[in-house]
């Protein structure tokens, strides 16, 4: 993985996290509903990766390549939601 995508990946992560969490705080009566569709998003995200890698990894890709299809689904999801959470 390219070191830029790792470090924008981790960057848009912690953003994610730290804007919900403090939306978790200040919206308590909803928290029970965000936090299982948090886990529900999370969950699908890394079924998706897992199916993507192990297609890679039958059709002989090299390891990079496996982590990358592993991480593609996660990765799209975090950008989406740090580009939704900075457009409200």
């Known amino acids: 993985m ?3 995508v790792a470090v924008t990946f981790a960057w ?3 953003f994610v996290f730290t804007l919900r969490s403090m939306q978790l705080w200040t919206e308590p ?3 029970q509903a965000r936090l299982a569709a948090y886990a529900l998003e999370k969950q699908k995200a890394f079924a ?8 890679a990894a039958l059709a002989g890709a090299a390891a990079p390549a ?3 299809a592993a991480l593609a689904p996660a990765q799209r999801r975090v ?3 740090a580009r939704k ?3 409200r």
């Not at 998706?48 to 297609?55: P, Y």
Request: proline letters at 4%.
């Open 48 to 55: 998706a990766g897992a199916m993507a890698a192990s297609q």
């Open 12 to 14: 848009q992560t912690a």
């Open 79 to 81: 950008r989406a939601n």
């Open 66 to 68: 496996v982590v990358a």
């Open 2 to 4: 390219n070191p830029f």
């Open 29 to 31: 009566a909803e928290a």
């Open 85 to 87: 959470l900075m457009h």
